[in-house]
């Protein structure tokens, strides 16, 4: 079962437009972490929340955790073409290290 | 510089070998991990490892196999039991409990 999914699958919008992707999960977490992988590479980290926060920002982005509802969004302000890229949430709900993620998102800004 | 590293970018497997994915930390973490990923989805988790010479199956271990002899070593071995091994493969590491996961630029394992 997968502990985050993410939603739109895809978004395409036009540079210096906000995009927002949401997250949504079943079971408790401890944390949740925000992540982006550029097509053939590497994850990268974004940003973690943790159960007890209900927004952080890192620069241009903004997320949010609502653990009532078991969703997270994330917020880029003024995207930019650098920022196409798909991006995953991954949820750590227990008493070991693991990381359950969703299927992602797939985010395109046009220049 | 610290980092995490993956070996090789690419590889190509014959049906019925068996092929052994390299991942290397200097980050000093005690937990690593191995994943899988097929085109246009999410990333399932195949082994962990908390400690040195201790590791423990994921959602898909069938077809796999891991060891952890050193702290900074995590090989994967995609065995001939793995029905359909062709896919992205990506190992990352971690600290405390649930912290930040850092990945490596991933292989990418093809069968010929």
């Known amino acids: 079962s997968q502990q985050g999914e993410e939603d739109p699958q895809a978004l395409s919008i036009q540079e210096g437009e906000n995009a927002t992707m949401n997250c949504s999960y079943k079971t408790s977490i401890n944390n949740l972490q925000w992540y982006r992988q550029n097509s053939g590479r590497g994850l990268v980290h974004l940003i973690l929340i943790r159960s007890n926060e209900r927004e952080k920002h890192s620069g241009r982005l903004r997320v949010t955790l609502d653990t009532s509802k078991k969703s997270s969004s994330l917020l880029i302000t003024a995207s930019r073409a650098a920022d196409t890229a798909s991006y995953f949430c991954?949820?750590?709900?227990?008493?070991?290290?693991?990381?359950?993620f969703g299927k992602g998102t797939l985010l395109t800004v046009n220049p | 510089d610290g980092g995490i590293t993956q070996s090789p970018k690419y590889l190509f497997r014959k049906e019925g070998q068996n092929v052994t994915l390299s991942c290397e930390q200097n980050?000093?973490?005690?937990?690593m991990y191995w994943y899988r990923q097929d085109p246009g989805q999410g990333l399932r988790l195949i082994y962990y490892?908390?400690?040195?010479?201790?590791?423990q199956k994921g959602d898909i271990a069938e077809g796999y196999s891991v060891s952890r002899e050193k702290k900074e070593s995590f090989p994967l071995t995609v065995t001939s039991a793995q029905k359909n091994p062709t896919a992205f493969y990506l190992c990352a590491s971690g600290g405390l409990a649930g912290d930040t996961q850092y990945f490596g630029p991933g292989t990418r394992l093809t069968v010929l």
């Open positions: 991954g949820g750590n709900g227990g008493s070991n290290y693991k990381l359950t």
């Open positions: 980050l000093n973490h005690d937990a």
């Open positions: 490892s908390q400690i040195v010479n201790d590791f």
